[in-house]
């Protein structure tokens, strides 16, 4: 690994697939990096929705269903590991008169950037009974990569980087978020499909 490789930390960014990543589970992806270092990377897939809605998941974790507006919201495929986990990427919740850092959940990762990821059942407890996160995105599964793979992709030209804007995750429609990311690097589909195809 070379020292830039080494210096690299892409935590709170978007991976933007590029058109010659034809992998199932990346091809046109928009991921999420919730964590970066020497050791590896985590992030989850925000512009792949299942064919299960957040009412379905929640009759089937015996919870009642959450407000409406959620309700009929999909459940994202986060990537190809855990796929049986789920995975809540959420605005930050924090308890009153506690320390600002300290997370409400039992299971949360703070991401340095703004966001948070909580894996355990008492998110899902208070999206049900209509409190909780203001804005969520639910996936199975994450993505990984292991330590120096994720530089590898990237040298490879597999992947294009960006600042993640959260509103891409929480207000853009799914089908408009492949687009939205590449714009935050000033750049259109359509040219980046072309030079794919000369590629």
């Not at 930050?92 to 894996?119: C, F, H, I, K, Q």
């Not at 969520?136 to 992947?159: D, H, K, P, T």
């Not at 935050?184 to 499909?193: F, H, M, N």
Request: charged share 20%.
């Amino acid at each position: 690994m070379t020292e830039d490789s080494a210096q690299i930390n892409l935590t709170h960014h978007f991976l933007i697939a590029m058109p010659s990543l034809r992998d199932e589970a990346f091809e046109r992806s928009v991921v999420y990096l919730c964590d970066h270092s020497e050791n590896g990377a985590m992030g989850i897939v925000i512009n792949k929705p299942s064919d299960i809605s957040l009412s379905e998941l929640f009759d089937k974790v015996d919870l009642p269903h959450p407000k409406a507006s959620l309700a009929q919201s999909p459940v994202f495929q986060g990537g190809p590991v855990h796929m049986d986990r789920g995975f809540v990427l959420h605005t930050p919740v924090r308890a009153l008169g506690e320390d600002e850092n300290a997370a409400v959940y039992a299971s949360t990762m703070v991401v340095p950037g703004g966001l948070e990821v909580t894996t355990s059942r008492d998110v899902l407890e208070a999206l049900s009974q209509g409190s909780g996160p203001e804005q969520v995105l639910i996936s199975l599964g994450y993505a990984s990569w292991g330590g120096g793979q994720l530089e590898g992709e990237l040298s490879e030209n597999a992947w294009l980087t960006v600042e993640a804007e959260p509103q891409v995750i929480f207000s853009t429609p799914i089908d408009q978020r492949y687009a939205k990311a590449l714009k935050l690097l000033g750049v259109d589909e359509w040219a980046l499909s072309a030079v794919g195809a000369r590629a």
